[in-house]
Antibody, heavy 123, light 108 residues
């Protein structure tokens, strides 16, 4: 069974940093693109970042550029999201999601999602 | 970035009814790289439709997607009680891979 388990969320003061992790199992992690999506309380989905299978390509939302870094360790089957200079508006549930296919048109389509980890930025 | 506008924001319907949700892009979505997700309260989103019209695994055939260019629709032919949820479209043709703001289907 394909599973994604996020961790690393918590309460952080504005200006702080956090690294979220997503542990993957049940599929060949190194063959698939991965994404991070967040959802502020009571709000809609916001795509944050994506990374290719080999880490060669990374893509970011405009709101993430400069403060957020997506990375992966294929030897550990783990995806990461580093968030620096945290702001109150970064408060959200953060989901990792697996790309649908190892190549082709659906490479970045998100077919399996984790249950999320909660980040709260507050003083 | 491509802005996706979903309409309507909220729909109140009864089980058994047919519904069509709209997703309009601020510019053409390349190669119909458009997906639809369903999200229920307290749950992660679930992939329904990809490539504008292909159903994901285990998605009932009452769900269908269509459209191209900048106009896309999700149709549910006959609403079941479990279909009342929030639906999001997303384009993945051009980074950033933006979402629409969502359409909430609620029981009338």
């Amino acid at each position: 069974e394909v599973q994604l388990l996020e961790s690393g969320g918590g309460l952080v003061q504005p200006g702080g940093s956090l690294r979220l992790s997503c542990a993957a199992s049940g599929f060949s992690f190194s063959n698939y693109a991965m994404n991070w999506v967040r959802q502020a309380p009571g709000k809609g989905l916001e795509w944050v970042a994506a990374i290719s299978d080999s880490s060669f390509s990374t893509y970011y939302a405009d709101s993430a550029k400069g403060r957020i870094t997506i990375s992966r360790d294929n030897s550990r089957n783990t995806l990461y999201l580093q968030i620096n200079s945290l702001r109150v508006e970064d408060t959200a549930e953060y989901y990792c999601a697996k790309g649908k296919e190892p190549t082709g048109s659906y490479y970045y389509v998100m077919d399996v999602w984790g249950q999320g980890t909660t980040v709260t930025v507050s003083s | 970035e491509i802005v996706l506008t979903q309409s309507p924001g909220t729909l109140s319907l009864s089980p058994g009814e047919r519904v069509t949700l709209s997703c309009r892009a601020s510019q053409s979505v390349s190669s119909s790289y458009l997906v639809w997700y369903q999200q229920k309260p307290g749950q992660a989103p679930r992939l329904l439709i990809y490539g504008a019209s292909s159903r994901a695994t285990a998605i009932p055939d009452r769900f269908s997607g269509s459209g191209s260019g900048a106009d896309f629709t999700l149709t549910i032919s006959r609403l079941e009680p479990e279909d009342f949820a929030v639906y999001y479209c997303q384009q993945y043709g051009t980074s950033p891979y933006t979402f629409g703001q969502g359409t909430k289907l609620e029981i009338k």
